[in-house]
């Protein structure tokens, strides 16, 4: 069968050669007058022949790509993967974004999702992401009619280098066949799950090398607006410590973000434990494993899924994420500091949970009592433009701070207490439990170091501090 194959493969090349030879010179002599001449949009490719990034020959070892197995699960996976469009640019972006992609019975919404991505960033954004699409299907007529799609779509962005169009042949994939039952499953759908794995354990491997951060999205995703900033930010916020996955979506396999350095670990498990389960619940198993135990999930969500029909049987998938909002740009900076209270906390509440963005973390603390402080200190000297702090819970109403101010100061030092700042000058005071100061580097003459909640009046009831949020100019002191 794998050498019948091999030539059937062979008789569609030669139809592919005959074709997308002709839609690669339309489209070029097109896009040499209307894109290429204009020097601010194409970012990298200037200096790269125009014809080197459009569509290839799907069997094409000119665009081949070999990743060798270096024996352990650190090492890439060997697969020679088909370049379909575009070509890597040898300079590591920020963030890439990767899609699988495969034949749906009813409903196609790779296009929307590519342009979404695109759509939604912003001009220098564009600059730190690069897009890669796996299609992931054995028909190759369908993958060739997507691939002439795409290009004929987004051709400026494969020329700039900002989206590649691969595929692992089949060939590379092990059995689909007579594989576990596991949750008493019917087979076509142990099929679809397993083959699934696969397709996302190539997509990976692929892109362990591309970027510093990888986002993995499903092919039927709506992003919002200026996504890539929201999520530089909240990598920022989490400086210092440990994280394996963090999560910006509550569905499936969208919105997953990692490091590019956990990606062969993570080809390698999902490839291990093809045939046990789906893929998003391996996700959980795999940042466990890596000592991450608890969710890291952020609000708003920044995907939203959008596809009605599943890419499994064409079944009606109604599901949507109620946390998505459609401009995320209003998330806070959150620099770096170290948060310090002397109110008693209730169990693990700590105080660092109140500068977090993570659903449902906050600070909980016993009744304060009159002088009882709330102290965050920045790692360096800032200029803060907005402060919001909220407290008390939907479900926890009156846990709120009933009397008290918030005071911003300046040059922190050592003291018996611990870190301090030397003064302090008054913002406000809260009411209803929150306080909102905007334009707070034009009411005060320094860049603050210090931000402390001062308790005015004891109070019976216990305190929640459910967000402390800052957004910051650029840092006046490095």
Same mark, same amino acid.
């Given at each position: 069968?794998r050498?019948l ?11 592919k050669?005959s074709?997308?030879?002709v839609?690669?010179?339309?489209v ?6 209307n894109v ?6 194409v970012?990298? #490719?200037e200096?790269?022949?125009? %014809?080197?990034? +459009?569509?290839h020959p $799907?069997?094409? *070892?000119?665009?081949s ?7 352990n699960?650190s090492?890439?996976?060997n ?8 070509v890597p640019l040898?300079?590591k972006?920020?963030?890439?974004i ?8 009813r409903g196609?919404?790779l296009?929307?999702?590519i342009?979404?991505i695109f759509d939604q960033?912003?001009?220098?954004e564009l600059k730190e992401i690069?897009v ?11 993958c ?5 799609e795409i290009?004929?779509?987004? #051709?400026h962005?494969?020329?700039? %280098?900002r989206? +590649?169009?691969i595929? $692992?042949?089949? *060939?590379?994939y ?6 576990k039952?596991n949750y008493?499953?019917?087979?076509d759908?142990?099929?679809?799950r397993?083959?699934q794995n696969?397709?996302?354990a ?5 892109c ?6 990888y986002?993995?999205?499903?092919d039927?995703?709506h992003c ?5 900033t929201?999520?530089?930010k909240v990598?920022?916020s989490r400086?210092?410590?440990y ?11 969208i919105?997953k973000l ?9 080809a390698?498990?999902l490839l291990m434990?093809?045939?046990e389960?789906?893929?998003d ?7 466990g ?5 608890d ?5 708003p969500s920044l995907?939203q899924h959008?596809?009605?029909?599943s ?8 599901l949507?994420d109620?946390?998505?909002?459609e ?6 900076d959150?620099?770096?500091?170290s948060l310090?209270?002397n109110?008693?906390?209730f ?12 659903v449902d973390?906050?600070f909980w ?15 360096r ?5 907005r402060?919001?702090i909220?407290?008390g819970?939907?479900?926890r ?13 300046q040059?922190?030092?050592e003291?018996k207490q611990?870190?301090q700042c030397?003064?302090?000058i008054?913002?406000?005071e809260f009411?209803?439990g ?7 580097d034009?009411?005060?003459g320094?860049?603050i ?5 001062v308790?005015?009046?004891?109070q019976?009831e ?9 957004w910051t100019t650029?840092?006046?002191?490095q």
């Amino acid at each position: 069968m794998r050498l019948l194959w091999k030539s059937v493969d062979k008789m569609r090349c030669l139809r592919k050669r005959s074709t997308l030879p002709v839609l690669t010179f339309l489209v070029t002599s097109l896009l040499f007058f209307n894109v290429y001449m204009d020097d601010g949009y194409v970012l990298e #490719a200037e200096k790269r022949p125009l %014809g080197d990034t +459009l569509t290839h020959p $799907a069997n094409s *070892e000119r665009y081949s790509h070999t990743l060798r197995d270096l024996s352990n699960f650190s090492g890439s996976i060997n697969v020679t993967y088909r370049y379909l469009a575009g070509v890597p640019l040898p300079r590591k972006k920020y963030l890439t974004i990767g899609l699988a992609s495969v034949k749906r019975k009813r409903g196609n919404y790779l296009l929307e999702t590519i342009k979404s991505i695109f759509d939604q960033s912003s001009y220098e954004e564009l600059k730190e992401i690069v897009v890669v699409v796996h299609l992931a299907d054995f028909d190759l007529v369908w993958c060739e009619n997507q691939v002439q799609e795409i290009t004929r779509k987004f #051709a400026h962005h494969i020329i700039a %280098g900002r989206l +590649l169009v691969i595929q $692992a042949p089949e *060939e590379y994939y092990p059995s689909l066949d007579g594989l576990k039952r596991n949750y008493n499953d019917p087979e076509d759908r142990v099929r679809f799950r397993s083959k699934q794995n696969v397709d996302y354990a190539f997509l990976l491997n692929f892109c362990t090398n591309l970027s510093h951060f990888y986002m993995m999205l499903e092919d039927d995703v709506h992003c919002s607006r200026n996504f890539l900033t929201a999520l530089k930010k909240v990598i920022a916020s989490r400086e210092g410590t440990y994280w394996v996955m963090l999560e910006f979506s509550k569905l499936g396999y969208i919105g997953k973000l990692y490091h590019s350095r956990d990606l062969p670990r993570l080809a390698h498990f999902l490839l291990m434990f093809y045939q046990e389960m789906p893929c998003d619940w391996l996700l959980i198993h795999f940042r466990g494993l890596l000592a991450q135990k608890d969710v890291i999930r952020f609000k708003p969500s920044l995907f939203q899924h959008m596809g009605y029909y599943s890419s499994y049987k064409g079944a009606e998938n109604k599901l949507k994420d109620d946390d998505f909002e459609e401009d995320s740009i209003d998330i806070p900076d959150n620099p770096p500091a170290s948060l310090y209270t002397n109110i008693n906390v209730f169990e693990n509440y700590d105080a660092t949970k109140a500068y977090s963005s993570i659903v449902d973390e906050y600070f909980w603390g016993k009744p304060p009592s009159t002088g009882d402080f709330f102290l965050v200190i920045f790692n360096r000297s800032t200029k803060v433009s907005r402060i919001k702090i909220v407290t008390g819970t939907e479900d926890r109403q009156n846990d709120i701070l009933h009397h008290g101010a918030l005071e911003v100061g300046q040059t922190s030092v050592e003291t018996k207490q611990g870190r301090q700042c030397t003064s302090y000058i008054t913002l406000g005071e809260f009411k209803a439990g929150s306080i909102e100061v905007n334009k707070v580097d034009y009411k005060i003459g320094f860049d603050i170091e210090c931000i402390r909640i001062v308790i005015t009046a004891s109070q019976k009831e216990w305190l929640i501090i459910r967000t402390i949020s800052l957004w910051t100019t650029q840092p006046a002191s490095q």
